[in-house]
């Protein structure tokens, strides 16, 4: 069953019961694309941005304020999510969004409408002079972004903070444990499995610190810059009543634009907040893959770390079990990394006085916020908080690392030190071994000088391989090997 209704273009029949009209239902016909529907950020900030418009207009003496009532109960219903099944724009759509621009004035308008005794598509409260009023898609949109993005930050934010505080406490529990430090995936200098993991949770707080940063440059509104940013059918009044009636809405911090041609122009706000979110996306792509790393094995490999075991991992190899978490963060992250090379292209794809492609740039960053938010807080709670360490293994592989000679580089030179690595791997020793049995036989000199190397000397320097990870230079010599 449907109904009909008209646009500029002609008669359209809606579906029986639709909130939407006749623009909303072209869309849907014309844009049967991926089979995906707008982000709940989306639908909530376009609708704060009618009922701010709403109670703005009104205030200013240009909308009767029976309509500007009726249209900020329908908003605030869309709001709290009340009609989200109503929104049905496939995010690729026409450009700047005036599809889902649409869509919003016109479910606001026939809710509007029957709130005032009306049926839908009697339109009493109208889409466009009405709901839209001193708006445009050009400006709405950009706008709706921002607040969009801004809606989940603090959420985004604590879910970054809360695997950097789950890393924290790791750094804690595994600082006594020595292993093998590793670089270029060969055996290096010893560090602290605490330490690995202190540089972890400084990167990812390092990187929520640039993901705040650069969420504060969204809290700039370009509302009010109507069609082309010199706003006009707008109130003069309106783009300062506007921010200030948004940030009281919302609760969020809002600032009015310093040039609205800019704010509707310019996406860089958002390649900046994206590139910020990807940024985190690399670090966590590290991070999971070391963590794929350490516990790999268990018999025949590192197997320095036992992540939890949160389901059977093969379905031909009984008793499997695999890094899921780790490799589900992997697979998320990289998404985030696609979305914003999608960000990127299409913010550079604006022209002249708009930017057509910001559907896709809002798809693109409220999909990355929301994967970013859920893979985070299942990695933490899932793997981080129950992970735990393998310290036989690790100080096992520890004690077999021939490049401990590093701490004698100092005492007996770097030329010398080889040699030692070569002799030990030849005969499958330790370096300790090795440079004691040489000592006890006077084969071991200190650099640049004839003088034996004793093997208390060389107990001292290699008996505890802690000390090797505080820095500072063994062997009481003087410069560096």
Same mark, same amino acid.
Request: contains cysteine.
């Given at each position: 069953?449907?109904?009909q209704?008209? =646009? ?10 639709a ?9 849907v ?5 991926? @089979? ?11 609708? !704060?941005?009618?009922?701010a418009? /709403? ?16 249209i ?8 709290d999510?009340?009609?989200? /099944? ?10 700047a ?16 409408t ?27 949109i ?12 603090d ?6 903070? @809360? ?9 804690v529990?595994?600082?006594?444990i020595?292993?093998?430090g590793?670089?270029?995936?060969? =055996? ?41 940013g ?8 309106y ?30 706000d $958002?390649? +900046?907040?994206? /590139?910020s979110?990807? !940024? ?9 893959n ?12 590192? =197997? ?26 992997? $697979?998320a ?6 979305? +914003? ?7 550079q ?11 896709i740039i809002?798809?693109e960053l ?17 793997c ?43 005969? +499958? ?18 650099r ?6 004793t ?8 008996? =505890? ?12 010599? @003087?410069?560096g090997?």
């Amino acid at each position: 069953m449907s109904r009909q209704e008209r =646009d500029s273009l002609g008669p359209v029949n809606v579906p029986d019961g639709a909130l939407y009209g006749a623009q909303t239902q072209r869309a849907v016909e014309n844009f049967p694309i991926s @089979g995906l529907r707008p982000w709940r950020a989306f639908i909530w900030s376009l609708a !704060t941005i009618k009922r701010a418009a /709403a109670e703005v207009n009104s205030a200013l003496g240009v909308l009767d304020p029976q309509l500007a009532a009726v249209i900020v109960q329908a908003s605030q219903e869309v709001m709290d999510g009340q009609w989200d /099944a109503q929104f049905v724009v496939d995010p690729f759509q026409a450009g700047a969004g005036t599809s889902h621009n649409m869509n919003s004035n016109e479910v606001i308008a026939n809710r509007a409408t029957i709130l005032l005794g009306g049926k839908l598509g009697e339109y009493k409260v109208n889409p466009n002079d009405h709901v839209n009023m001193s708006q445009s898609t050009n400006d709405t949109i950009p706008t709706a972004i921002r607040l969009g993005c801004l809606w989940r930050l603090d959420e985004l934010l604590a879910s970054v903070q @809360g695997l950097a505080d789950a890393l924290k406490v790791k750094s804690v529990e595994f600082d006594p444990i020595v292993k093998s430090g590793r670089t270029h995936l060969q =055996d290096a200098v010893p560090v602290r499995l605490g330490q690995e993991f202190s540089a972890y949770a400084k990167a990812v707080e390092r990187d929520g610190e640039r993901i705040r940063r650069s969420g504060d440059n969204l809290r700039r509104l370009g509302i009010g810059g109507t069609a082309v940013g010199s706003g006009l059918n707008a109130h003069p009044e309106y783009h300062k009543r506007m921010v200030a009636r948004l940030s009281a809405i919302t609760g969020i911090r809002m600032e009015e634009s310093d040039n609205l041609f800019e704010s509707m122009q310019s996406m860089a706000d $958002m390649v +900046d907040f994206s /590139a910020s979110l990807r !940024t985190l996306a690399v670090t966590l792509i590290r991070v999971a893959n070391d963590f794929r790393l350490l516990s790999s094995g268990p018999s025949t490999g590192l =197997d320095e770390l036992r992540l939890p075991s949160v389901q059977p991992g093969s379905s031909i190899m009984p008793g499997k079990v695999n890094p899921v978490l780790a490799e589900m963060l992997d $697979m998320a992250m990289f998404h985030i990394v696609g979305n +914003d090379t999608a960000v990127v292209l299409a913010s550079q794809a604006g022209q002249l006085e708009l930017n057509v492609m910001m559907p896709i740039i809002a798809h693109e960053l409220f999909d990355s916020m929301a994967v970013m938010i859920g893979a985070v807080n299942a990695f933490t709670q899932k793997c981080v908080v129950g992970l735990k360490a393998n310290r036989p293994k690790a100080e096992g592989w520890l004690a077999k690392n021939t490049i401990i000679v590093t701490a004698l580089n100092p005492v007996i030179g770097y030329a010398a030190g080889a040699a030692l690595v070569k002799e030990a791997l030849a005969r +499958d020793l330790t370096i300790q071994e090795v440079a004691v049995e040489k000592a006890n036989r006077g084969e071991l000199h200190k650099r640049d000088s004839a003088q034996p190397v004793t093997a208390d000397e060389i107990k001292a320097i290699l008996g =505890d391989l802690r000390r090797l990870t505080e820095g500072g230079i063994s062997g009481g010599g @003087g410069g560096g090997g």
